[in-house]
Nanobody, 115 residues
Framework: QVQLVESGGGLVQPGGCLRLSCAVSRSLFSFDALRWYRQAPGKERELIAT???????NYADFVKGRFTISRDNAKNTVYLQMNSLKPEDTAVYYC?????????WGQGTQVTVSS
């Protein structure tokens, strides 16, 4: 079993920044990769960023240069630093982990970008 708990969402103005956190109930080395997704109203959930067990990262084109995924192995926490936020970044953001062939999700944290 894996529990994922996201935090750090909120309301921010366009151009602003937020840092999301995902607290994981197991050692981060238990996973080949950890991911952030988001889902906007009326849209499908989409992959934003991936970080592997060795720290390699990959990003969706629409967040490259603005978002950064990172991990703190000592705290069992994955982060998503979001800069230069746009209204179209408004969504519920989810942390994801694949463990022993089962997909685990957090409850999500709402990010709203609006003036």
């Amino acid at each position: 079993q894996v529990q994922l708990v996201e935090s750090g969402g909120g309301l921010v103005q366009p151009g602003g920044c937020l840092r999301l956190s995902c607290a994981v109930s197991r050692s981060l080395f238990s996973f080949d990769a950890l991911r952030w997704y988001r889902q906007a109203p009326g849209k499908e959930r989409e992959l934003i960023a991936t970080i592997t067990s060795v720290g390699s990262t990959n990003y969706a084109d629409f967040v490259k240069g603005r978002f950064t995924i990172s991990r703190d192995n000592a705290k069992n926490t994955v982060y998503l630093q979001m800069n230069s936020l746009k209204p179209e970044d408004t969504a519920v953001y989810y942390c994801n982990a694949l463990f022993r062939s089962a997909n685990y999700w957090g409850q999500g944290t709402q990010v709203t970008v609006s003036s």
